[in-house]
C-alpha cells in the first residue's frame, strides 16, 4: 500500500478528511501543527491507532472520528491533547480544553469514566452507536457547560443519574437504546432548556407523576419519546403544561386509564403516539381539534366508544 503523503503548511487550524477512502493510520505529520484546533476525519475506514501521536495537537478543540472503524482502547497518550475525554483511560480527564468529542459509530467498547466529568469546558458528547458498558458516571452532572449528551446504541445499565438535573444549560439528552432500567428522575424537568429527551428502547419502569409535576410549565421541550420502556400509571394530566411539545411518542408502555382532556392544550403538536398501552375511557372531541397534528396513532389500547367526528378526526 502506498503511504499517505501529506503536506502542511503551518499555521494549521483546521483539517477535514471527511468521507474519503482513508484506511488504517494517518501520518504522523499530522499532528505537528501547533495551532490546530479542528480535525475531522469521519466517514472514513481508520482504526485507534491513528491517535497514538495526537498528543502533539496541544490546541486540538474539535476532534470528529465518527464513522470509521475504531475499537478497543483509546492511547493514553491521547490525554496531553487538551481535546478529548472518552473510554477507558483515567487520563481523558486531563483534557480540560475540550470543546466538542464526536466518536459515535465505531466499535470502542469498556466502560465511561468518572475522569470525564473533569473536562468542564465540555459542550458536546457523541458516544453514540458503539459497544460501551457499564453506568452512565454520576460525575458528569459536573459538566455544567454540556449542551448535547449522545450516548444511544450502547449497552449501557443501571439508572439515569438523579444528577443531571443540575445541567440546566442542556438541549439534548439521547439516552436511547440501552439497557437502562430504574424510574426517570424527576430532577429532568430541571433542565429548562432542554429540547429533545430520547430514552426509548430501554427498561424504564413506574409511573410519571414526579417528572411531570405542576411545575413544569417552564419546561421548553419540543420533543419527547419514552416509547418500549415498561412505564406505568396514568398519563399526567400536566403534560398538558408543555405548550412547546411537538413530538411525544409513548408507543409500548404500560399506561392505564384516560387520554387527559389536558392533552387537547398542545396546540402546537404534531406527532403523538400511544399506541399499545392499557388505556381506556374515549377519544376525547378536544384532541381532534389539535390543529397541528399529522400523526396520531392511538391503536391497541383499550379505548372505546365512537371516534369524534369533528376537527381532525
Known sequence: MVPYRVSIELPLMALDLDSNNFIGILPVSLWNSTNLMEFSAAKNMLDSSLLGKIGNAITLERLVLSNNMLKGLIPKEIGKSHRLSGLIPEELGKCVVVVDFLLSNNMLSGSIPLEFGDSLKLQGLYLGNNQLTGSIPGSLDRLGSLVKLNLTGNKLSSSVPIGFGNLTGRTHLDLSCNKLDGELPSFLSWMLNLVGLYVQ?????????????????????????????????????????????????????????????????????????????????????????????????????????????????
Open 201 to 313: 428502547q430501554n427498561s424504564l419502569f413506574g409511573p410519571l407523576d414526579g417528572l411531570f409535576s405542576n411545575s413544569i410549565m417552564a419546561w421548553r421541550i419540543e420533543t419527547m419519546n419514552l416509547s418500549n420502556n415498561v412505564f406505568d400509571g396514568a398519563l399526567p394530566r400536566s403534560l398538558g403544561n408543555l405548550s412547546y411539545l411537538t413530538n411525544l411518542d409513548l408507543y409500548e408502555n404500560n399506561f392505564t386509564g384516560e387520554i387527559p382532556l389536558e392533552l387537547g392544550n398542545l396546540i402546537q403538536l404534531e406527532y403523538f403516539d400511544v399506541s399499545r398501552n392499557k388505556l381506556s375511557g374515549q377519544i376525547s372531541e378536544k384532541m381532534c381539534h389539535l390543529v397541528n397534528l399529522q400523526y396520531l396513532n392511538l391503536a391497541d389500547s383499550g379505548l372505546e366508544g365512537l371516534v369524534p367526528e369533528s376537527g381532525i378526526c
